[in-house]
DNA sequence: GTCTATAGAACGATAGAC
DNA sequence: GTCTATCGTTCTATAGAC
């Protein structure tokens, strides 16, 4: 087997440029000049920059919710905090595994994140529903149960805030840094997990509105 | 004076596209079609596609920023939720002043702000911290006086947390009702700043992680 | 499985008539 | 201020040699 894979240096390639650009803003051409691939390459393999987009997602979202299903298995009679945790910590522990982008902003793999979260094309709707729906459900059965001051629908919105939360803090880190003039940087994987945590179950935590 | 003014025309359309597609996959000709003006008519009105994306982002910030600093002037010895309130309530009541969108999601200006927030090609980077710079860091100084608990660290992060806590909110509030299989949506502006204001008040009142 | 070459379409932008 | 026409570029995707 080759000591470099043509496929797995265009997942790379994508997946840095991707997290940079944006989807629809990097075009195949910048990608597989990147990857020093040929610029036929990526049909061959992926077939088209769609499917590509998805294989990009797909190497990163399986273990890490594959993690989360482990570990929210794992706990009985948890706290909220422990379900927080579960949910979190692996999608931002996966982040330290993976180098700086080269624009010196945070890494790909945090940033990607946060384009998935928000650039969501048409045909990655199915793709999103598939990849987190029945794991969205589970997490928030879970919250529900464990706090009890708040129903289904302000569990589902405080889910919600939450990836939002998450997902801009792993897109964006960099204009945290550059809004507050350098007053606050978001560099410490571990501390950013502490720190998030505490937000999302002081969220969670709060009375419940629908109620 | 016209009755339809073609500028306005413009940014109207540019508005509902860029919301529902993004900046980078809306063209041009889609744009000038769907608001029945001239492909040329973009250029010779603002100068450039860049120009136009500026503007059309211009038109909603500065109203909703201006109404930021009002209510944060006008509240003397405030509470935490003052202050929350007078940083979200502006951006999620102007929501209700714009219709929906062609594809039957949220509405327009709801989801522009979540793009806004995530997709940042470099060239509106010096436009976000000349939109939000200062008011960033007014509504931290605040936060930090009045949430004794935390530190500047911890202030700076948390109001990050939150941004994107209503971007995401604003700007996928549909995935929320599909992923959730109907179980919730969030088409209630006003209960929708209900439910924001008391999860992030709750993240804001959390002991401080980095002290 | 990797390449060159190119098809075929869409892009942003502009020149110049009216 | 609005139009047509078009320049020059870039795009995704594919056909076909090796």
């Not at 087997?1 to 803003?25: C, R, S, V």
């Not at 040929?38 to 979202?61: C, M, P, Q, T």
């Not at 879970?142 to 919600?160: F, P, S, Y």
Request: aromatic share 8%; glycine share 6%; hydrophobic share 45%.
């Amino acid at each position: 087997m080759p000591t470099t894979d043509t496929k797995e240096t265009i997942l790379d390639a994508a997946e840095t440029l991707f997290a940079e650009q944006g989807f629809a803003a990097t075009s195949l051409r910048q990608l597989t000049q990147r990857a020093e691939v040929n610029l036929a390459a990526v049909n061959y393999h992926f077939g088209s920059k769609d499917e590509l987009v998805k294989a990009v997602l797909l190497r990163r979202i399986e273990p890490i919710n594959a993690e989360r299903r482990r570990r929210l298995d794992a706990l009985s009679s948890p706290s909220l905090e422990d379900i927080v945790r579960a949910f979190l910590e692996p999608a931002l522990r996966a982040i330290d595994q993976c180098g700086p982008t080269s624009d010196g902003r945070s890494n790909g793999l945090a940033r990607i994140f946060g384009r998935v979260t928000v650039e969501q094309p048409s045909f990655l709707r199915a793709f999103f529903t598939e990849q987190f729906g029945e794991l969205a459900h589970r997490f928030v059965t879970a919250l529900q149960a464990t706090a009890t001051n708040i129903d289904a629908q302000d569990a589902w919105l405080r889910m919600h805030f939450t990836v939002g939360a998450m997902a801009h803090t792993l897109q964006s880190a960099h204009m945290l840094t550059e809004i507050s003039g350098g007053a606050c940087g978001a560099n410490d994987a571990e501390a950013l997990v502490e720190q998030l945590v505490a937000y999302a179950v002081g969220g969670f935590d709060a009375k419940g509105v629908s109620q």
